[in-house]
Each structure stands twice: as structure tokens, then as C-alpha cells.
Nanobody
Framework: QVQLVESGGGLVQPGGSLRLSCAAS????????LGWYRQAPGKERAWVAS???????FYSDSVKGRFTFSRDNAKNTVYLQMYNLKLEDTAVYYC????????WGQGTQVTVSS
């Protein structure tokens, strides 16, 4: 069974940085586009960033220029480096394929607060 395990979240002040990681239980990365998604309190889950099998990357307008998507196929891990975090980035962050095809993991909480 494929599992997605996100980690790296935490509490950070506005303007701070965090790096999220997502590990999979199987080697899905080499054959799938992958993405990061987030769900803010009271809102639906939304796409944040994704790639095309380790090639081009794409970002939502709200994070473009602040977040960087990357992957390490050897480690079956994708990352989301987040800079200049804003209050509105507070959410539970998830990874999945892009488009979504796998069960959701538990996510990792990112809280931006002063």
C-alpha cells in the first residue's frame, strides 16, 4: 500500500522559512507528476505546486516566487521549501500525485503567526 508521509511543518513567524518533506512507501516518483496541496482552516484543499516528473515546476500565484518545489527520486522524497511565509500560508500541507490519485496522508501543519 502506498503511503505518503509529510513532515517538516511547525510554527514560524511571518517572514520565516520552513522546508517540508514528503516520503512515499514506494518508488512512485519516477513515473508520476507530484504536487503539494494545502488546506487552510475553513477552506477546501487547494493545489500549491507541482512538477512534471522531475522537470518543469508550477506554482499557484499565491506562492510563486516564495516556494520552491524539488524532488529526490533516490530517496523517494519531495520537498517544498517555503520562504517569506505569510499569515495566509497557515494550513495543513499534503503531497500527492498531480493530479491526485493516491489516498491522502496525514499532512503536516504549518502555522504562521507572530
Amino acid at each position: 500500500q502506498v503511503q505518503l508521509v509529510e513532515s517538516g511543518g511547525g510554527l514560524v513567524q511571518p517572514g520565516g522559512s520552513l522546508r517540508l518533506s514528503c516520503a512515499a512507501s514506494r518508488s512512485i516518483f519516477s513515473t508520476n507528476n507530484l504536487g503539494w496541496y494545502r488546506q487552510a482552516p475553513g477552506k477546501e484543499r487547494a493545489w500549491v505546486a507541482s512538477d512534471i516528473r522531475g522537470g518543469n515546476t508550477f506554482y499557484s500565484d499565491s506562492v510563486k516566487g516564495r516556494f520552491t518545489f524539488s524532488r529526490d527520486n533516490a530517496k523517494n522524497t519531495v520537498y517544498l521549501q517555503m520562504y517569506n511565509l505569510k499569515l495566509e500560508d497557515t494550513a495543513v500541507y499534503y503531497c500527492n500525485t498531480a493530479p491526485v490519485t493516491l489516498p491522502w496522508g496525514q499532512g503536516t501543519q504549518v502555522t504562521v503567526s507572530s
